[in-house]
């Protein structure tokens, strides 16, 4: 029997508003001015957010986090999509779209400085804690997702965000999977930002796009132009309503950048090129997205400089509670290893303990 073909596929490639600022008015999003000034104020937010956190973790005055620069409209234009029914399921990149859904800044700091109260938040909110390990969420996104049409739930889906490094984990594929086995309400958004902490996307995937990984789940997929928030919502809008309607799960890669390292425990300029860094540099969202305002005479100078002002103000205010906080037990991490108390989790707490008494009497407390 000769070969036949059985099927053939293709995949689409989404930008709605490029970096020299040219708008394809035929894709431009229906959104209101408050929706606009809002998303904007988002990503100022989270870049302003970052550079102060930045500074502080030098300090020594908050512990280790993941900076979002560079990549603030592959997360904030899906949560401006989102409604309050929905659930957002993050990783660790997604402070922007964190913000929106209501976490305070402060919460975020605290979590960031290793009390783990920050990262509670309440059960309304529908919005997960902050996954460290690599993919972990994804199947919960799923879970939740199935729990959604299992009730009937209507208007309602789950969204998660993972890195490009998470698609070569098997919770990815696993739970693509399930995802489109059970036709669930879900929308997976891979935030390409090239570089799973020093190994590069090539070293990762052979596949030419990360989007074509949905064709062996028999899904939608989509190569979204992660740096351009417009394009951002109107794929995942789109991707919810066909949620909302029943016709199963969507997978959309945001190619974007990290402007910045990994986390602030490594240093990226030992395995990044300077050129390539600048070249992204100009493809800021931050930067087109403004111009984008300006064109349409939604923002001026004058507007920026009362939004810096307003929110550096804000950012302060929550360091300040950040650090007014008393009364945090600086062991309470060993409280929560075991449901009881272990003979060598105790010998490591009392060492731990002993560390800070002779870091405290030789004045570095």
């Known amino acids: 029997m000769p070969f036949r073909e059985i099927e053939r596929f293709s995949l689409s490639y989404l930008q709605v508003l490029d970096e020299k600022g040219n708008l394809d008015t035929d894709l431009e999003p229906k959104l209101s001015t408050d929706e606009l000034l809002r998303v904007y104020r988002a990503m100022f937010l989270a870049r302003e957010a970052d550079q102060r956190m930045l500074k502080l973790q030098r300090q020594g005055r908050l512990g280790t986090f993941a900076p979002c620069t560079g990549q603030e409209a592959a997360v904030c234009g899906p949560t401006l999509a989102m409604s309050p029914r929905d659930w957002f399921v993050g990783a660790f990149r997604e402070l922007g779209g964190r913000l929106m859904r209501g976490e305070s800044l402060a919460r975020a700091l605290l979590y960031y400085n290793g009390c783990e109260e920050g990262n ?133 890669e945001a190619v974007t950048y990290r402007l910045m390292m990994h986390t602030t425990a490594d240093d990226p300029n030992k395995y990044r090129a300077e050129d390539e ?41 929550a360091v300040k509670e950040l650090e007014g906080r008393t009364g945090i037990k600086p062991d309470a991490p060993f409280d929560h290893i075991f449901g009881t108390r272990h003979q060598l989790i105790e010998e490591e707490r009392a060492e731990f303990l002993a560390g800070l008494e002779r870091r405290k009497e030789a004045g570095h407390d």
């Open 277 to 317: 860094v600048k070249a992204w540099w100009e493809r800021d969202p931050l930067v087109r997205f403004r111009r984008y305002l300006e064109g349409k005479g939604l923002w001026n100078e004058t507007m920026q400089t009362a939004l810096a002002e307003e929110i550096t103000n804000g950012v302060e205010a």
């Open 120 to 252: 509670a938040l309440p059960a309304s909110a529908r919005t997960l804690p902050v996954a460290i390990p690599v993919g972990s969420q994804i199947p919960h996104a799923v879970g939740i997702a199935y729990a959604v049409k299992y009730r009937g739930e209507k208007d309602t889906a789950v969204v998660t965000f993972f890195g490009d490094g998470a698609t070569s984990e098997g919770d990815f594929h696993e739970a693509l999977n399930f995802a489109s086995v059970w036709q669930v309400p879900a929308v997976f958004i891979c935030q390409n930002n090239h570089w799973a902490i020093s190994v590069p996307r090539r070293m990762q995937s052979h596949s030419r796009t990360l989007a074509q990984k949905a064709i062996a789940y028999d899904m939608p997929g989509v190569q979204v132009d992660g740096n351009d928030v417009l394009a951002m919502y109107r794929a995942t809008r789109e991707a919810l309503d066909r949620a909302y309607s029943g016709k199963g799960p969507t997978f959309i």
